[in-house]
């Protein structure tokens, strides 16, 4: 599985940035962030079904948007006022299971993007 994710960049706090992630094949998805000492922390997910609803961690909720077309393998995210503290890299993940609810554990996915740096200056 491949996945190969783009869109980061650097922008001012308040800003706005789109990531999209395209896979080679269709599978529950989602995005993790990892910033400098800290651990990789889910950010927002669906499931792999048709429909199936998105999950968005607290700190992004309201902020982020979640979307996809399955007809291209593809997931995007959309980060709106965006703050300091949502520097980090972002990772596109893929998982295998066919749950019909969307994942949030880092364990819980089988395969991984490259990272995309997102950095937000104050």
């Known amino acids: 599985v491949q996945l190969q994710a783009s869109g980061g960049g650097l922008v001012q706090a308040g800003g706005s940035l789109r990531l999209s992630c395209v896979a080679s094949?269709?599978?529950?998805m989602g995005w993790f962030r990892q910033a400098p000492g800290k651990e990789r922390e889910f950010v927002a997910s669906?499931?792999?079904?048709?429909?199936?609803?998105?999950n968005y961690a607290d700190s992004v909720k309201g902020r982020f948007t979640l979307s996809r077309d399955i007809g291209k393998n593809s997931l995007y995210l959309q980060m709106s006022n965006l703050k300091p503290e949502d520097t980090a890299v972002y990772y596109c993940?893929?998982?295998?299971?066919?749950?019909?609810?969307?994942?949030?554990?880092?364990?819980?996915?089988?395969?991984w993007g490259q990272g995309t740096q997102v950095t937000v200056s104050s």
């Open positions: 669906v499931a792999w079904r048709a429909g199936g609803t998105f």
């Open positions: 993940a893929a998982t295998r299971s066919y749950t019909g609810s969307p994942l949030t554990e880092v364990h819980a996915y089988d395969y």
């Open positions: 094949g269709r599978y529950g």
